[in-house]
């Protein structure tokens, strides 16, 4: 048994889209999946063989992709299947989101670098001794309207990164969960919030 | 089995603020070792505290005296043999559960003549204080660095003139500082590399080890290896064995509601350090039976055979003593 076995390691996605008038209206609700960059991280830290700092090792941000599909949801997933490519995919023209590139630490690896929307540390929050909840807010102007070879496309997948466990001198942030989660065409009449838990 | 508070031990470490690394006097605490594995502790069933070579205090000797139960014939002591030997006495520890804080939940104090020991759910290392100076023969379960006798005795009736094998018994934990009263045995101020290094050159004599193979990323499997020489591993025989094994981390929550700062460094004779349990091991059998058939049959085997012939090993003359190596799988 593995530490994951013991401790019954898992999570827990909602995605809720906001309104103006400050509603919000559940679209998404459902289990996600803790992938094996969990494990390569916690045996890195506990192993000594990384960084030697915590912050390494906290999950400080997140991509969203439009290639999701379920057969992704298994615990070999290194990487989204087609995360959003470009600042200007993440942030648009007026979005809010805090938009960076960095290499990314797949299967062995470390790719050619690609963006991450980062995770502001108010949006961390321990609501009990074994659980942390990432919220991830997309505001209004956020990621809309994206699109692929000049077809609409929909957010459909998302990832949970620890930031560089391998304290590589340019950051490689390596994927610990991730969620396929049905079509959400963005667009600026609505922000998103995705409020991911995960229970240890 | 690794128990809850590990759950909450690395959610300590995912929900530490990134702002301290601006405020000098609490940067420290964003280190990793805040967090990593740091003792191993031996454990065995609550009675045992007040049986084995915890029973009998005798003031006017400075010596551990334990009964045999086996046949007088044998030169051997080991605890699996006194289940059957005193009645009502229960010889398996209680089961592990997730909850578990500690190796025991039940009282491990030893209690006897008008004094008493430590209660900390696992063999504590008494020898170490001076405090105990008088006692801590009964109250275990480490010998000093400098030595103690030790007799088995085949009655506790004038049992010092039923002596049927005795010994000195010296602590390589003791010799080196590795364990303090609470008996945490640290470990070695090593990255996963270096302890590789170490282990691989049989240099045990700075604490535990993580002992990490090259491909330990693919595997996720983490070793922990150390070493517990004939002199401890005698001692801890003669006090009951061992049925658990704890593996322990810092609890910093409660270094800092002391007053303490990081980084909490340990010191064997004043160890500010205080753990929280991360995993444990529970077994049916002491980990120090020894059944040596052809070695008792000559008197010789068992404790004999462990004690290299009443020769306590030196630092050239490590060829007794046990290795552990205990593996946690993150994948």
Redesign the interface.
């Given at each position: 048994?593995?530490?994951f076995d013991?401790?019954n390691?898992n999570g827990h996605v909602t995605v809720h889209k906001v309104f103006d008038n400050g509603t919000e209206e559940l679209v998404y609700d459902d289990h996600n999946v803790i992938v094996?960059g969990m494990?390569?991280g916690?045996?890195?830290?506990?192993?000594?063989?990384g960084?030697?700092?915590?912050?390494d090792?906290?999950?400080d941000r997140f991509q969203l992709g439009v290639s999701g599909v379920t057969s992704n949801e298994v615990s070999t997933t290194y990487q989204l299947s087609g995360p959003l490519s470009s600042f200007s995919e993440y942030v648009g023209a007026e979005g809010e989101l805090v938009a960076v590139s960095a290499n990314q630490f797949a299967n062995?690896l470390i790719s050619q670098p690609v963006w991450y929307s980062l995770i502001p540390?108010h949006n961390?929050?321990?609501i009990n001794?074994?659980?942390?909840r990432y919220t991830l807010t997309l505001d209004k102007n956020s990621c809309n309207n994206l699109s692929r070879n000049g077809s609409d496309v929909s957010i459909n997948e998302l990832g949970l990164f620890m930031k560089n466990p391998?304290a590589f001198s340019t950051p490689a942030p390596i994927l610990v969960a991730y969620k396929v989660i049905s079509n959400i065409r963005k667009t600026n009449d609505f922000g998103l919030v995705f409020r991911w838990t995960?229970?240890? | 089995m690794i128990v809850d508070q590990a759950g909450e031990i690395i959610v300590d470490f995912l929900t530490l603020s990134p702002s301290l690394s601006k405020i000098p006097s609490a940067s420290a605490l964003l280190d990793t070792s805040n967090f990593t594995f740091q003792a191993i502790s031996y454990g065995k069933d609550p009675s045992a505290f007040n049986h084995h070579a915890h029973f009998l205090y005798l003031s006017d000797y400075s010596a551990i005296v334990v009964q045999s139960y086996e046949p007088l014939s044998v030169s051997s002591y080991h605890s699996s043999a006194i289940a059957s030997a005193l009645l009502g006495y229960k010889l398996l520890p209680k089961y592990p559960d997730p909850l578990d804080k500690r190796l025991e939940k039940d009282s491990c104090r030893t209690i006897n003549s008008g004094f008493s020991g430590l209660d900390v759910g696992h063999c504590a290392n008494h020898a170490i204080k001076a405090i105990y100076s008088d006692n801590y023969r009964v109250l275990g379960c480490f010998p000093p660095s400098g030595g103690v006798d030790y007799y088995v005795v085949s009655s506790y009736d004038d049992p010092l003139s039923k002596i049927i094998y005795s010994g000195t018994l010296s602590s390589t934990y003791n010799q080196y500082g590795l364990m303090d009263v609470s008996g945490f045995l640290t470990f070695a101020p090593l990255n996963g590399a270096q302890g590789k290094a170490a282990a691989t050159a049989g240099q045990f004599t700075s604490g535990v080890l993580l002992n990490l193979p090259n491909n330990f990323s693919s595997t996720g499997r983490v070793p922990v290896a150390w070493r517990l020489d004939a002199g401890d591993a005698g001692s801890l025989l003669l006090y009951g064995g061992v049925y658990h094994l704890g593996l322990w981390c810092l609890d910093v929550k409660a270094m800092l509601a002391e007053g303490h700062k990081p980084p909490f460094a340990f010191n064997a004779l004043n160890n500010i350090r205080k753990y929280r349990l991360f995993a444990k091991k529970t077994f049916n059998k002491d980990l120090l039976y020894i059944n040596d058939g052809t070695g008792l049959a000559a008197g010789l085997g068992g404790f004999n055979t462990l004690f290299n012939n009443g020769n306590p090993p030196v630092d050239s003359d490590w060829n007794k003593y046990v290795l552990y190596q205990w593996t946690i799988r993150f994948l």
């Amino acid at each position: 048994m593995n530490i994951f076995d013991y401790l019954n390691i898992n999570g827990h996605v909602t995605v809720h889209k906001v309104f103006d008038n400050g509603t919000e209206e559940l679209v998404y609700d459902d289990h996600n999946v803790i992938v094996s960059g969990m494990g390569v991280g916690l045996s890195c830290f506990f192993g000594l063989s990384g960084s030697n700092s915590v912050l390494d090792y906290q999950i400080d941000r997140f991509q969203l992709g439009v290639s999701g599909v379920t057969s992704n949801e298994v615990s070999t997933t290194y990487q989204l299947s087609g995360p959003l490519s470009s600042f200007s995919e993440y942030v648009g023209a007026e979005g809010e989101l805090v938009a960076v590139s960095a290499n990314q630490f797949a299967n062995s690896l470390i790719s050619q670098p690609v963006w991450y929307s980062l995770i502001p540390t108010h949006n961390i929050t321990r609501i009990n001794e074994k659980s942390v909840r990432y919220t991830l807010t997309l505001d209004k102007n956020s990621c809309n309207n994206l699109s692929r070879n000049g077809s609409d496309v929909s957010i459909n997948e998302l990832g949970l990164f620890m930031k560089n466990p391998f304290a590589f001198s340019t950051p490689a942030p390596i994927l610990v969960a991730y969620k396929v989660i049905s079509n959400i065409r963005k667009t600026n009449d609505f922000g998103l919030v995705f409020r991911w838990t995960l229970n240890f | 089995m690794i128990v809850d508070q590990a759950g909450e031990i690395i959610v300590d470490f995912l929900t530490l603020s990134p702002s301290l690394s601006k405020i000098p006097s609490a940067s420290a605490l964003l280190d990793t070792s805040n967090f990593t594995f740091q003792a191993i502790s031996y454990g065995k069933d609550p009675s045992a505290f007040n049986h084995h070579a915890h029973f009998l205090y005798l003031s006017d000797y400075s010596a551990i005296v334990v009964q045999s139960y086996e046949p007088l014939s044998v030169s051997s002591y080991h605890s699996s043999a006194i289940a059957s030997a005193l009645l009502g006495y229960k010889l398996l520890p209680k089961y592990p559960d997730p909850l578990d804080k500690r190796l025991e939940k039940d009282s491990c104090r030893t209690i006897n003549s008008g004094f008493s020991g430590l209660d900390v759910g696992h063999c504590a290392n008494h020898a170490i204080k001076a405090i105990y100076s008088d006692n801590y023969r009964v109250l275990g379960c480490f010998p000093p660095s400098g030595g103690v006798d030790y007799y088995v005795v085949s009655s506790y009736d004038d049992p010092l003139s039923k002596i049927i094998y005795s010994g000195t018994l010296s602590s390589t934990y003791n010799q080196y500082g590795l364990m303090d009263v609470s008996g945490f045995l640290t470990f070695a101020p090593l990255n996963g590399a270096q302890g590789k290094a170490a282990a691989t050159a049989g240099q045990f004599t700075s604490g535990v080890l993580l002992n990490l193979p090259n491909n330990f990323s693919s595997t996720g499997r983490v070793p922990v290896a150390w070493r517990l020489d004939a002199g401890d591993a005698g001692s801890l025989l003669l006090y009951g064995g061992v049925y658990h094994l704890g593996l322990w981390c810092l609890d910093v929550k409660a270094m800092l509601a002391e007053g303490h700062k990081p980084p909490f460094a340990f010191n064997a004779l004043n160890n500010i350090r205080k753990y929280r349990l991360f995993a444990k091991k529970t077994f049916n059998k002491d980990l120090l039976y020894i059944n040596d058939g052809t070695g008792l049959a000559a008197g010789l085997g068992g404790f004999n055979t462990l004690f290299n012939n009443g020769n306590p090993p030196v630092d050239s003359d490590w060829n007794k003593y046990v290795l552990y190596q205990w593996t946690i799988r993150f994948l």
